[in-house]
Nanobody, 126 residues
């Protein structure tokens, strides 16, 4: 069985930081492009940050709404992909999902991704 697991969500004050982690059970995460998506209540799902598989060109794509504040990085040894979120704003509050695309290029198009985690809640509030 293939599972993606997100962790690291929580409540943070505006201007604060969080680091989300995405790990996998049942497959080798390194072979997959990984994307972080988010969905706030009443809003459409949004691609936040994406990274290619280790067999790709290492390409990274960051969504315009988080550019300069969020970064995505892979630790191949730990088979983990991180989403580092800095200078968080209330509008960043959402459920954050990681998704996997086998040997993918790391584009933030949701249709590319076959496997999805259950999500982790991020709430930015004072």
């Amino acid at each position: 069985q293939v599972n993606l697991v997100e962790s690291g969500g929580g409540l943070v004050q505006p201007g604060g930081s969080l680091r989300l982690s995405c790990t996998a059970a049942g497959f080798t995460l390194n072979f997959y492009a990984i994307a972080w998506f988010r969905q706030a209540q009443g809003k459409e799902r949004e691609g936040v940050a994406c990274i290619s598989s280790i067999h790709g060109d290492g390409g990274v794509n960051i969504g315009d709404s988080v550019k300069g504040r969020f970064t995505i990085a892979r630790d191949p040894g730990e088979e983990t992909v991180y989403l580092e979120m800095n200078n968080l704003r209330p509008e960043d509050s959402a459920i954050y999902y990681c998704a996997a695309d086998y040997l993918g290029p790391g584009r933030c198009d949701s249709w590319r991704y076959d496997y999805w985690g259950q999500g982790t809640q991020v709430t930015v509030s004072s």
